[in-house]
């Protein structure tokens, strides 16, 4: 199987965390507000022959529940899946959504609305059958908004 090598082909760019609310009766789930992060990867060569070049795509990590009042309570928190389960994390290559499990993903605060963001995503590729999985590792810069 083959291996994209997001490590040596891309780099993190500038994203953003936003916040919303969401609510599904069906299920029971109320009002609830949740944090999403969007990181741009800049465009790369997958390696992939069925897929158009350069890949243009982005992490996603979503269904963050994190009770939080302010977007400054954001820093110094760490959004690794093993404290929140219940968020997910993907990224488009291969022509499938490739689930992640987020590591690490640390966020300081560096003024008003603007974090850096630390993170290791351990994307499974193997999953849909896209290529070998692989760890990756990335500091960049996002701006909140609330959406």
Not at 92 to 108: M, P, Q, R, S
Request: charged share 30%.
């Amino acid at each position: 199987m083959d291996s994209i090598q997001l490590q040596s082909k891309t780099k993190a760019l500038k994203g953003s965390i936003e916040a919303y609310w969401f609510e599904n009766e069906n299920i029971g789930l109320e009002n609830t507000q949740f944090h999403r992060i969007s990181i741009p990867l800049e465009p790369f060569d997958s390696g992939l022959d069925y897929e158009e070049q350069p890949v243009k795509t982005e992490i996603i990590l979503d269904w963050y529940k994190l009770g939080i009042s302010s977007p400054d309570d954001l820093d110094g928190l760490n959004l690794k899946h093993e404290s929140y389960p219940d968020a997910e994390g993907s990224i488009y290559v291969g022509t499938a959504h490739n689930w992640c499990d987020v590591k690490k993903l640390e966020i300081f605060k560096i003024e008003d609305a603007s974090f850096c963001v630390v993170g290791e995503i351990y994307v499974e590729f193997e999953n849909e059958g896209v290529a070998k999985n692989e760890l990756f590792k990335f500091e960049t810069n996002v701006v909140f908004s609330k959406a």
